[in-house]
């Protein structure tokens, strides 16, 4: 199991990682029909969200001894899709949240780094394709990957990789694992 297997490689390492977000029809729209609750909606959840559940983390992190941060951001932080600028604001802002945390955490021993994925397919990728069609968002990204769509391993891979020892020198950057699309 993979769980088990990161577990056992992370050798008690105390990480949070921010995952959530809100993606989908909430997050898609033009700008002129935009409306507050969905700015407000998506802004609190996906950079209100990893703000607050950094600072509930510190007192566990920092009796620790120190740990990791990771934020999930997007590929969009660097390249938005038509039509979900909000979503990708809301991204791009993580990177720089990244770089600040890292900054202030660093003398606690906490690391925090983000990680931006391309396209990885899900059991609601379909979903969210057609949802964003709906909107009026075509996708700026989908079958562009040279590698071709990812999987959420290579995702959790990744993570568990800047979880251990051997990224102990990493922190305040946004890692982009995109198979390619911005290459």
Not at 16 to 34: C, E, H, K, M, P
Not at 161 to 183: I, N, R
């Amino acid at each position: 199991d993979f769980v088990d297997a990161a577990a056992r490689a992370l050798g008690g390492v105390d990480v949070l990682v921010n995952n959530a977000a809100i993606t989908g029809s909430t997050a898609i729209s033009s700008l002129d029909a935009l409306t507050l609750e969905q700015f407000e909606l998506v802004t609190r959840v996906n950079f209100g969200g990893p703000v607050f559940c950094s600072q509930a983390a510190l007192p566990h992190l920092r009796a620790a001894g120190g740990g990791i941060i990771i934020h999930i951001s997007s590929i969009n932080a660097i390249r938005p899709q038509r039509g979900a600028m909000i979503y990708a604001a809301t991204k791009a802002a993580l990177g720089s949240l990244t770089q600040s945390m890292a900054k202030e955490l660093a003398v606690d021993r906490i690391r925090v780094v983000a990680v931006a994925p391309g396209v990885i397919r899900v059991s609601t990728s379909k979903e969210l394709e057609e949802s964003a069609q709906a909107g009026g968002a075509g996708s700026d990204v989908m079958n562009q990957t040279p590698l071709g769509d990812g999987e959420p391993a290579d995702i959790a891979e990744t993570v568990a990789f800047l979880c251990s020892p051997q990224a102990k020198f990493v922190t305040g950057v946004t890692w982009v694992v995109d198979g390619g699309l911005l290459a």
